[in-house]
T-cell receptor, first 111, second 116 residues
Framework: GNSVTQMEGPVTLSEEAFLTINCTYTATGYPSLFWYVQYPGEGLQLLLKATKADDKGSNKGFEATYRKETTSFHLEKGSVQVSDSAVYFCALRGYGQNFVFGPGTRLSVLP | ETGVTQTPRHLVMGMTNKKSLKCEQHLGHNAMYWYKQSAKKPLELMFVYNFKEQTENNSVPSRFSPECPNSSHLFLHLHTLQPEDSALYLC???????????????FGPGTRLTVL
């Protein structure tokens, strides 16, 4: 079945550092790929998505590119802020299938 | 604001109580979901409804009983819960139907449930 693997962290960075959170997936066909973010005490919010190979999703300075050849969808941000501290979930959805979420990566950004 | 609301935000109940969680979406979606999020465990899909019909029950114990009276509302009825059921319960919605693999889920803020 489909699955998502991501680094579990926690990841601790200083403000303005570069962020990469790795995500790889296993799926049949061509799923859509998503990153969700969960701030403390809240539900998951869609951060960005990509629906086909080589698509780049971007939002709030975050980017991720759908790499079919490496089955990856790594999340990047050039300069993190304290307000980016949250848990980040990589997810996929195949046609007619339910979402599959990764275990989440906790990010802490220190001032 | 994601367009999905959940009430209550916090709930403390004893093992013999009966309570209900409510979810409402204002997005015109046709699919709704219940998830359980426990500390240090992956997100667990519990139930899926499409056009008010239950299409997935992920081996959830019968002490959890979902209800979907229309496409905008979803309930989770709770009775005789156990302490290990304490968790954050998240509701989500999506377009459903023929949306296929591009369908995006939108989550509510969750209900933090504590079972004593």
């Amino acid at each position: 079945g489909n699955s998502v693997t991501q680094m579990e962290g926690p990841v601790t960075l200083s403000e303005e550092a570069f962020l990469t959170i790795n995500c790889t997936y296993t799926a049949t066909g061509y799923p859509s790929l998503f990153w969700y973010v969960q701030y403390p005490g809240e539900g998951l919010q869609l951060l960005l998505k990509a629906t086909k190979a080589d698509d780049k999703g971007s939002n709030k300075g975050f980017e991720a590119t759908y790499r079919k050849e490496t089955t990856s969808f790594h999340l990047e941000k050039g300069s993190v802020q304290v307000s980016d501290s949250a848990v980040y979930f990589c997810a996929l959805r195949g046609y007619g299938q339910n979402f599959v979420f990764g275990p989440g990566t906790r990010l802490s950004v220190l001032p | 604001e994601t367009g999905v609301t959940q009430t209550p935000r916090h709930l403390v109940m004893g093992m013999t109580n009966k309570k209900s969680l409510k979810c409402e979406q204002h997005l015109g979606h046709n699919a709704m979901y219940w998830y359980k999020q426990s500390a240090k465990k992956p997100l667990e899909l519990m139930f899926v409804y499409n056009f008010k019909e239950q299409t997935e029950n992920n081996s959830v114990p019968s002490r959890f009983s979902p209800e979907c009276p229309n496409s905008s509302h979803l309930f989770l009825h709770l009775h005789t819960l156990q302490p290990e059921d304490s968790a954050l319960y998240l509701c989500a919605s999506s377009r459903g139907g023929l949306a296929g693999d591009t369908d995006t889920q939108y989550f509510g803020p969750g209900t933090r449930l504590t079972v004593l």
